[in-house]
């Protein structure tokens, strides 16, 4: 099935460094969504996205919608151990009745 | 906890049989989705349901089934099982004219 391109595929990091992550598709979305997920858990959202351009904040991370609308990006400032998990961006195009197409995900292990 | 719940959590099953995983939304939620989530593949969107009529398909195989009750609950028939179809089966829902779709926690389907 159809995917997005999400990089990278695992980060390790020192506690308190910033994160990027992104995901770029060939096709447009009207909607861009950012979730993690933990052992044992189904995904979680984090950000939602709906306009080209859109920066949104929750706390520590930041994501934003990409101009061409085929592209998105999550941050993390920052980072604690809490912030490990596997990170899932997925892009809904319009009247998709939410069939979203997802990424791989970023798997994340933040060293204390 | 999002509110859904899935049963079983874990099943073990032979090749060439059959299984059904259950899934009830949040209360009121009338759409369902299902999800199959593979190390090799990611989160693939299978089918939703509306109310308890179909929606919207995904790569859901022939060999796979779902349905929605009027009692809004949900089942995923998954017969003839090959080793492949082992996964993480996941069900989600949304609330009417909302934005955010809740994962349950899944069931992790091994075929042997």
């Known amino acids: 099935g159809q995917q997005l391109n999400q990089s990278p595929q695992s980060m390790f990091i020192q506690e308190g460094e910033d994160v990027s992550m992104n995901c770029t598709s060939s096709?447009?979305?009207?909607?861009w969504l950012w979730y993690k997920q933990e052992p044992g858990e189904g995904p979680v959202l984090l950000i939602a996205?709906?306009?080209a351009g859109e920066l949104t904040s929750n706390g520590r991370l930041t994501a934003q919608f990409g101009i061409t609308r085929k592209d998105s990006f999550l941050n993390i400032s920052a980072s604690i151990p809490s912030d490990v998990g596997i990170y899932f961006c997925?892009?809904?195009?319009?009247?998709?009745?939410?069939?979203?197409?997802w990424g791989l995900g970023t798997s994340l292990a933040v060293n204390p | 906890d999002s509110g859904v719940t899935q049963t079983p959590k874990h099943l073990i099953t032979a090749t060439g049989q059959r299984v059904t995983l259950r899934c009830s939304p949040r209360?009121?939620?009338?759409?369902v989705y299902w999800y199959q989530q593979s190390l090799d593949q990611g989160l693939q969107f299978l089918i939703q349901?509306?109310?308890?009529?179909?929606?919207a398909k995904g790569n859901i195989l022939e060999r796979f089934s779902a349905q929605q009750f009027p009692d809004l609950h949900s089942e995923l028939n998954l017969s003839s099982l090959e080793l492949g179809d082992s996964a993480l089966y996941f069900c989600?829902?949304?609330?009417?004219?909302?934005?955010?779709?809740?994962f349950g926690e899944g069931s992790w389907l091994t075929v042997v």
């Open positions: 209360s009121g939620d009338l759409s």
């Open positions: 996205l709906y306009k």
């Open positions: 349901y509306y109310n308890g009529e179909e929606r």
């Open positions: 096709s447009i979305f009207n909607t």
């Open positions: 989600a829902s949304t609330e009417v004219g909302g934005n955010t779709i809740y």
């Open positions: 997925a892009g809904e195009a319009a009247g998709n009745n939410r069939k979203l197409i």
